[in-house]
């Protein structure tokens, strides 16, 4: 799951970057991009960041990731 939201945030990096590829901010914000690809952005932006966050419903490997400690473990 981890290498699927990074790979979904590196795409919307990537979309974000443009056509002339600067991943400078003065860059990013100068291009504007048409409205289908600032959607397809905010989607996939949501995806990757919301699966690395836990997001509901891309929460459903946090119990396998992070189980409980064992009772017996005392600080």
Known sequence: MATFSGLALLLAFGLLAGSQGGYEFDAMRASSPGTAVAAVM??????????????????????????????????
Do not use: E, N, Q, Y
Not at 43 to 55: F, R
Not at 57 to 71: N, Q, Y
């Open 42 to 75: 905010l989607v996939v932006t949501l995806i990757g960041a919301g699966s690395k966050a836990g997001l509901v419903p891309l929460h459903v490997w946090l119990p396998l990731a992070h189980p409980p400690h064992p009772a017996t473990c005392r600080h």
